[in-house]
């Protein structure tokens, strides 16, 4: 799922793509059941949740600080 080479951005994305394709995979059917699991209460689920949810929360640059896409060697300079 992560490489070496993924900037965080990246990685933040995945992290939630997958939570949510997680998510789709076990949301509840109208009885409370849990297609995948067959279970109520999925803890899968629960665990997508959670990860959307933190990872939603984290920020990943400073206010008023774009994400940067260019050369590297210009980030240093406005250091
Ligand atoms: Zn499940």
Redesign the pocket.
């Known amino acids: 799922m992560t490489g070496p080479n993924l900037s965080l951005a990246q990685i933040h994305n995945r992290l939630i793509l997958t939570a949510r394709q997680i998510l789709r995979q076990?949301e509840p059917e109208p009885d409370g059941r849990?297609p995948?699991?067959r279970?109520t209460g999925?803890r899968?689920?629960d665990a997508a949740r959670d990860v959307i949810r933190t990872v939603s929360q984290v920020r990943l640059w400073r206010v008023g600080t774009a994400p940067t896409t260019g050369d590297p060697d210009n980030r240093q300079q406005q250091e």
């Open positions: 076990h849990c995948t699991c279970s999925c899968i689920a």
